[in-house]
């Protein structure tokens, strides 16, 4: 398959050479697209060339070479530079489409507008997709593979930054969605940015929490702490950046909030547990409407759990089993232990293969636990 | 093994015969013990004899048999009815040890010693054990495998009790643990009560957000969301009856919110930054200090992505091919990849062998993506 953004696209400019600017640098050359990558730090820019991100623009400029005219900017740094660099960038290269890839898009065309740039040739746009981990020596080709890129075009921007945003996302394997920007940022507000702040509202509790009673936590306190791992750093800039869609939502938190704490300050007053119930069934509405796997519409699967010593080729042995059977797999999620070596692996499948595939699991001796 | 439970105890009287009652009747009768069952609904009763469960009391009855003196009995009904069944059954049975496996413990064992109760025969535990379906086909009798199980004896119980509710969880395959009945509300309260709470309201935010909007939901969404999905009418019960500890806690996560509101209402202030960067730290912290797998020290491994095609038969290859080379998986997830039919498999594994790994991988031709 021919790249659509090889055939309108000449040398690409990536500004800010971190874990995403060296994952767009890394895919782009994949592509046979020639990039070019600079980034305040010398040395980042560096191990990005090393790494086959692109050719440095200080190496370039060392060896008295010129950086050739880019027809395409993506700026990859963090949100606190994005406005900035991306005027910079639409002045310095007057034929190029600039994009950025920062998580807040409102914010950003607000302010290079601000600047009275040439907005004909920038779009936003956001790649959701990360890892743990940062700096160009984690960055991958492939870190945008089925994730979602999402596209915000504001009113100024022109057919070609349009279809060049657009043929990025895709060329690099990413799932395409287009969306206003204001309307993105209220999006990423509730179903990522008000996430990591419960997530983080909740771990703080664990602070000063003895040991032995953290022992006792099952994968739900696992589950919903696990993002509170985040780099606080990152989470600044974004939480700042996006600060007030995430504060509407946090104000209907509260409320919510204070309520069920007058509730459970009286639990034997009258009403006091249907108010409970409500804000329960409340919670239960939500998380229903969460798509499932594919993306497709809310959808319930059957789950069981099998517990096998706890070795890859047991768990392997599993899901060869499984296939064998001819049933396939929704869901599965290793959980963990406490205190002994067994593991217990969830299986999620349709729910009229649910029955038939116990049954044949049990005759074939597996555990089925639950 | 011979059960310590087998040789210390005669019959055992089951009430309640749920999920939870039900699996304690399967898991004993697996050891070789005359089990009894009853429950409040007819119904229950019977299906928890039809899986194997136990004697249906009402079926004995009606039989024209006498229900043996039970040596111990296990109450197994829902929250808000353990008191009254639990001083019932001393009264009833005054050989017999009397547990309950409610998951709060202090407000019962004051329920029990206000009726004026036989306190030395009475231990309270929880088992800390699930599924997301309830009754009695649900049942297993290896539910509690590898699962925690709390003993928490108040001051006047005594050794034989005490003894009695240790091999009760040890017998049944559980990882025991000794508490005082308030340190357990407390735990759970802060490991557990609070955790679904925070869950239920911010799924609770998602109720109105367009399912287009939600199809760009990642992992972080998920499982900071899963619990939410529980059943209302248990959590009102455990939440009304711990309502005290929970309070407490959901006080000290309303201060924390109140501040990051101020701060992010005026996210250019000075010190604002400093401050959210606090909050996001203390997350961090808490989080980093609950254990990991195992139940061992908080433990950080390394975590890659395998993008593969999405069948049960190339992840159970991967998982195949990690076990010949030799390294142990110490977490593994699949994640749920929108829009597109690949399957984004994540192996955490001990750093040390990370690199080994990955390279392995990739020279065996596997897409590691992240």
Same mark, same amino acid.
Request: proline share 7%; hydrophobic share 45%; glycine share 10%.
């Given at each position: 398959?021919?790249?659509?953004?090889?055939?309108?696209?000449?040398?690409?400019?990536?500004?800010?050479?971190? =874990?995403? &600017?060296?994952?767009?640098?890394?895919?782009?050359?994949?592509?046979?697209?020639?990039?070019?990558?600079?980034?305040?730090?010398? /040395?980042?820019?560096?191990?990005? +060339?090393?790494?086959?991100?692109?050719?440095?623009?200080?190496?370039?400029?060392?060896?008295?070479?010129?950086?050739?005219?880019?027809? =395409?900017?993506?700026?990859?740094?963090?949100?606190?530079?994005?406005?900035?660099? /991306?005027?910079?960038?639409?002045?310095?290269?007057?034929?190029?489409?600039?994009?950025?890839?920062?998580?807040?898009?409102?914010?950003?065309?607000?302010?290079?507008? !601000?600047?009275?740039?040439?907005?004909?040739?920038?779009?936003?746009?956001?790649?959701?997709?990360?890892?743990?981990?940062?700096?160009?020596?984690?960055?991958?080709?492939?870190?945008? /593979?089925?994730?979602?890129?999402?596209?915000?075009?504001?009113?100024?921007?022109?057919?070609?930054?349009?279809?060049?945003?657009?043929?990025? !996302?895709?060329?690099?394997?990413?799932?395409?969605?287009?969306?206003?920007?204001?309307?993105?940022?209220?999006?990423?507000?509730?179903?990522?940015?008000?996430?990591?702040?419960?997530?983080?509202?909740?771990?703080?509790?664990?602070?000063?929490?003895?040991?032995?009673?953290?022992?006792?936590?099952?994968? &739900?306190?696992?589950?919903?702490?696990?993002?509170?791992?985040?780099?606080?750093? =990152?989470?600044? +800039?974004?939480?700042?950046?996006?600060?007030?869609?995430?504060?509407?939502?946090?104000?209907?938190?509260?409320?919510?909030?204070?309520?069920?704490?007058?509730? =459970?300050?009286?639990?034997?007053?009258?009403?006091?547990?249907?108010?409970?119930?409500?804000?329960?069934?409340?919670?239960?509405?939500?998380?229903?409407?969460?798509?499932?796997?594919?993306? &497709?519409?809310?959808?319930?699967?059957?789950?069981?759990?099998?517990?096998?010593?706890?070795?890859?080729?047991?768990?392997?042995?599993?899901?060869?089993?499984?296939?064998?059977?001819?049933?396939?797999?929704?869901?599965?999620?290793?959980?963990?232990?406490? &205190?002994?070596?067994?593991?217990?692996?969830?299986?999620?499948?349709?729910?009229?293969?649910?029955?038939?595939?116990?049954?044949?699991?049990?005759?074939?001796?597996?555990?089925?636990?639950?």
């Amino acid at each position: 398959m021919v790249p659509a953004i090889a055939t309108s696209t000449g040398p690409v400019l990536v500004i800010g050479s971190g =874990l995403l &600017g060296a994952s767009v640098g890394l895919g782009l050359r994949h592509l046979g697209l020639d990039v070019y990558v600079r980034d305040s730090s010398p /040395t980042t820019e560096a191990v990005a +060339q090393d790494i086959g991100a692109g050719r440095s623009v200080r190496a370039l400029q060392a060896a008295g070479e010129q950086l050739p005219e880019p027809e =395409l900017v993506v700026v990859a740094a963090p949100p606190d530079v994005v406005v900035e660099l /991306t005027v910079q960038a639409l002045a310095e290269h007057p034929r190029a489409v600039v994009l950025d890839i920062a998580s807040v898009k409102a914010p950003i065309l607000d302010g290079v507008r !601000a600047a009275g740039a040439d907005l004909t040739r920038y779009v936003g746009t956001h790649p959701m997709a990360g890892r743990e981990k940062s700096g160009p020596v984690a960055a991958r080709g492939e870190l945008f /593979t089925s994730m979602p890129w999402v596209v915000c075009p504001g009113p100024e921007a022109g057919a070609r930054a349009i279809s060049v945003a657009k043929n990025l !996302a895709v060329d690099l394997g990413a799932t395409l969605t287009m969306m206003e920007p204001q309307e993105h940022d209220e999006t990423v507000a509730l179903i990522s940015h008000v996430p990591q702040v419960m997530s983080s509202l909740l771990a703080s509790r664990l602070q000063d929490t003895p040991l032995h009673h953290l022992s006792l936590a099952g994968q &739900g306190l696992r589950d919903t702490t696990r993002i509170a791992g985040s780099d606080p750093g =990152l989470w600044v +800039q974004i939480l700042s950046a996006n600060a007030q869609p995430v504060v509407r939502s946090l104000h209907e938190v509260r409320k919510d909030l204070d309520r069920l704490i007058a509730t =459970l300050e009286h639990p034997e007053a009258d009403g006091a547990r249907l108010d409970i119930a409500q804000l329960m069934a409340e919670g239960n509405a939500g998380q229903a409407r969460i798509p499932g796997k594919h993306g &497709g519409a809310p959808k319930a699967f059957s789950t069981f759990t099998v517990a096998v010593d706890d070795t890859p080729g047991t768990i392997a042995r599993l899901l060869t089993e499984i296939g064998e059977i001819g049933v396939n797999l929704e869901d599965m999620r290793l959980e963990h232990s406490p &205190g002994q070596p067994v593991g217990l692996v969830t299986v999620s499948v349709e729910p009229n293969r649910y029955a038939d595939l116990v049954d044949e699991l049990q005759a074939r001796g597996w555990k089925v636990v639950q």
